[in-house]
């Protein structure tokens, strides 16, 4: 267990009743159970821009645009700022929260994060939230802290829990296939999780589509409440279309993508060079500024001038490319300030992209060959 993660064990305590109604559309103030005054948030969040999208054949519905933990919430990182995110992140519509039980840096600091903010400012919202976590990546030493067998994944998710302080999930996801364990050990491990009541949903990611079709006819013979996949998918990395989108489509299972502004590369940070403050510069980023090849910030050019033609940023354009695929039920995104969340989420408000732009941006991206790793 990490030291960071025994200083937060308390419990989330679920409000007898909220304290003012979200309908009522009139500011009055929670309290964080500290004696301070805890967020209030704009009435107007579900009349604004954000749409919501069906889980596949689910009854869940997903906002278009989710927020992940996975950098910027961190220890490492201003807790200031990632409160400023994750409220202005729920006053935008943004319902849905992805974290990971190694997400940090120091892996589990963005769930501490996450569950202080949950605790101080939006106690009284938990069920207007979908908060997912995920195991299958190292996270403690010795035989037992990565993969997929049972024993790690339901002791990864008690400890997710407590470092959030909440007594369930929404959605627990096994992070990534682990072939040196029975599918069916992983699978029925994500089943426990759900009949204990930690989790309410399961789902698969970085599954292919082959690995993904055998984990859900498991789940499936389990009835197993499986909603999502998460598959990496941006203009620059394409794969489930030709792979897993298939499977999603075919099982009625919904699909959030990660990374679909390709961790900033589609966005204008780098259009002319790497910003000090940037993902690419940080020694703990996982975005290598050798992938900011010539070649590559030549057709983030050409993609950031049809974003321009259109009156957008090249991340709106970027997060209308993802959803105008069916499949897609949300595109889960990063930020490491709010106004880029803003400017994310302003994409809804656009026109749908018209088919002559869909033909630009698939030109700009037929050089994508020579333009750099993938990110
Ligand atoms: P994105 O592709 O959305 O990249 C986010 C980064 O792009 C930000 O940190 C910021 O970079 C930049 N950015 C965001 N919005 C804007 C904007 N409007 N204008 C300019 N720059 C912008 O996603 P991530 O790679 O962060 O991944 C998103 C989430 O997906 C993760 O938090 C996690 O929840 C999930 N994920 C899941 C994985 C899995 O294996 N299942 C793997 C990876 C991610 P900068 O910080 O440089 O400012």
Known sequence: MHAAERSTCSTFARPARARH??????????????GGVSHVPDGGRYGGTMTYRRCGGSGLLLPAVSLGLWHNFGSVDPFDMARAMVLRAFDLGVTHFDLANNYGPVPGSAEQTFGRILREELADHRDELVISTKAGYLMWPGPYGDGGSRKYLLASLDQSLRRMGLPYVDVFYHHRPDAQTPLEESMLALDQAVRQGKALYVGL????????????AILHELRTPVVLHQPKYSMLVRAPETDVFDVLAAEGVGCIVFSPLAQGLLTSRY????????????????????????????????????????????????????????VVTSALVGASHVGQLEDTVAALAAPPLAPDELQAIDAALAHAGTAGTHP
């Not at 109604?21 to 500290?34: E, F, I, K, N």
Request: proline share 7%; net charge positive; no cysteine.
């Open 21 to 34: 109604s979200v309908m009522a559309h009139g500011p009055a103030a929670g309290t964080d159970g500290r």
């Open 205 to 216: 990611s970085n599954y292919d589509g082959e690995q993904t079709r055998a984990a859900l």
């Open 271 to 326: 259009l002319h060079d790497v910003p000090r403050d940037s993902r690419a510069a940080k020694p703990h980023g996982a975005l290598s500024p050798d992938a900011i090849t010539p070649e590559r910030r030549a057709q983030l050019m050409a993609l950031d001038a049809i974003a321009s033609a259109r009156g957008q940023s090249l991340a709106q354009l970027a997060i209308a490319w993802v959803l105008r695929n069916p």
